[in-house]
């Protein structure tokens, strides 16, 4: 495919602060049970299969035109013919492999920068699990998709039954379904087409600005009670220093009707409760380490804004940022602080009309994205002190090969300043939670995971 596509500035900012210790690409792990009467080299023609499929469509067949120039000069070009035997890779656990090896190897794949000069994305089938299950962890650069477009690319590979599921290539070979989505991926038109494309997008920046300031002074002064949270009101943390390349990567499970019970029981939304259980977690974990600061931490949480029909890829996300009650000792008083703090935000965003909000993302990231680019993250006061975020993914069992999809666990990315991030997905009625976390500044993380769980009890006993 000839042509060349340019990139919008958020995207384009993910590769201008990628580096060794910081790698900007997101990824996720699905595991698999295999039918009970699969071949014992079921593994091994899958892994052949997934590499027979030569044949990518976007955004797995984009790459950098010019890979030195990513930081100052970003545009995509296309590959025709990648190099399967690097994108896509075959490992294994010792048999009989748990949860604990699964999450090392895991930890290592996705601490390793990806390779600029090639479509930024690697796949790897790994088999061993005990319980007769396989695992495919997929890992695809930021700049090119966010968690609600990735999840949607891996929707599409998956099939409703076994047998249909055979009949469906991988993620990669998988063309957009729809034209809306097949247009956003096409080269860029005619230069007269595209002088007229930016003039309109100008006008409508230029609508939307009195809107745009009245937004962010609204936000720097707290809003009209000072509940507003607003960038660099968090309290300094030990998540929130320098860090390098190397990842931990644990997992929950808990299930979903019973977290939305919980929430209308409290008058919140599942978001809140979410909110609550990593709060709650994280203030016994840094109280424990004696690194709880007096002062609540703050969150920032990814918003989607891609319409429910777009199928296009890229990133279409805003940020609200809240409060996590990490100060206050009572439980339901937790509770009611998150509940009110994502309340108001949510209120704020939504008083934006919809072509000021990436203008607004990036207004507001700016600090962040200026402290990793400038290389003064972690030296600073953060823009926030945790990263949570919750992805809508399917809600019945999905199938890939034959096999039944048991849990998709999301890994998200880390940056200086922010050395933990915890992102769910829902699948056929389970939260998946995924705790990345940085190996050096957080040495016990699976504690943290299995608070989350101690605090679903405690929320249980609590709303009785």
Same mark, same amino acid.
């Given at each position: ?8 500035? !958020?995207? +384009? ?23 009970? *009467? ?5 593994? =091994?023609?899958?892994? +052949? ?16 035109? /010019?890979?030195? &120039? ?43 920068? !990806?390779?600029?000069? %090639? ?9 061993? &699990? ?5 695992? !495919? ?16 690319? &891996? ?17 990669? =070979?998988?063309?957009?379904? *729809? ?17 007229? /494309? ?14 745009? $300031?009245?937004?962010?002074?609204? &936000?720097?002064?707290?809003? *009209? ?29 808990? *299930? ?6 919980? +929430?209308?029981?409290?008058? =919140? ?27 609540? !931490? ?25 409060? @996590? ?26 008083? @934006? ?27 600073? %006061? ?30 998200? #990315? ?5 050395? #933990? ?9 389970? #939260? ?22 101690? +605090? #679903?009890?405690? @929320?249980?006993?609590?709303? $009785?």
């Amino acid at each position: 495919m000839a042509g060349t596509k340019s990139l919008n500035p !958020l995207d +384009a900012s993910w590769l201008a602060v990628d580096s060794i210790d910081t790698p900007m690409h997101v990824g996720s792990l699905l595991i698999f049970q295999v039918p009970d *009467d699969a071949p014992e080299d079921f593994a =091994a023609k899958l892994f +052949a299969s997934l590499k027979s499929h030569t044949e990518a469509h976007p955004p797995w067949n984009l790459k950098l035109k /010019s890979p030195s &120039l990513r930081r100052v000069l970003p545009v995509w070009t296309y590959e025709d013919d990648l190099d399967m035997d690097y994108h896509v890779r075959h490992s294994a656990l010792p048999k009989p492999g748990g949860e604990r090896q699964l999450g090392v190897l895991v930890s290592r794949l996705h601490g390793r920068q !990806l390779d600029f000069t %090639r479509p930024l994305w690697e796949s790897t089938l790994i088999e061993g &699990l005990e319980g007769n299950r396989i695992a !495919l962890y997929t890992k695809m650069h930021h700049s090119l998709v966010d968690g609600i477009s990735g999840m949607r690319m &891996l929707q599409r590979a998956l099939g409703e039954t076994p047998a249909a599921s055979k009949k469906q290539p991988p993620p990669w =070979a998988n063309p957009p379904p *729809d034209k809306k989505a097949r247009d956003e991926q096409e080269p860029a038109p005619i230069p007269e087409g595209a002088l007229s /494309s930016v003039v309109t997008g100008l006008k409508k920046q230029a609508q939307s600005m009195p809107e745009l $300031g009245r937004a962010l002074t609204r &936000l720097m002064r707290g809003g *009209d009670n000072k509940d507003l949270i607003a960038p660099f009101a968090a309290p300094v943390s030990v998540l929130n220093h320098r860090i390098t390349g190397a990842r931990r990567f644990a997992t929950q499970q808990y *299930d979903l009707a019973k977290l939305k019970a919980l +929430a209308k029981k409290a008058d =919140a939304t599942l978001n809140d409760v979410v909110l609550w259980l990593c709060g709650t977690a994280l203030r016994r974990f840094l109280k424990e380490a004696h690194h709880l600061p007096g002062r609540s !931490l703050t969150s920032g949480i990814p918003v989607n804004v891609r319409p429910a029909d777009d199928q296009g890829h890229g990133t279409a996300i805003s940020f609200i940022m809240a409060m @996590l009650g990490t100060d206050i000792a009572d439980p339901k008083k937790r509770l009611k602080a998150i509940t009110h703090s994502t309340r108001v935000a949510k209120d704020h965003l939504q008083s @934006l009309p919809r072509s000021a909000l990436t203008q607004y993302t990036m207004l507001v990231m700016a600090p962040y994205i200026l402290s990793l680019v400038t290389g003064i993250g972690g030296r600073t %006061r953060p823009v926030f002190n945790v990263t949570i975020s919750n992805v809508p993914g399917p809600d019945k069992p999905l199938y890939f090969y034959g096999a039944r999809l048991e849990a998709m666990y999301p890994l998200s #990315l880390l940056a200086h300043g922010g050395a #933990l991030n915890i992102t769910c997905v829902s699948y056929d009625g389970k #939260l998946n939670f995924g705790f990345t976390g940085a190996r050096d500044t957080l040495p016990h993380m699976q504690r943290l995971a299995v608070y989350t769980g101690e +605090a #679903l009890e405690e @929320l249980e006993k609590v709303l $009785g």
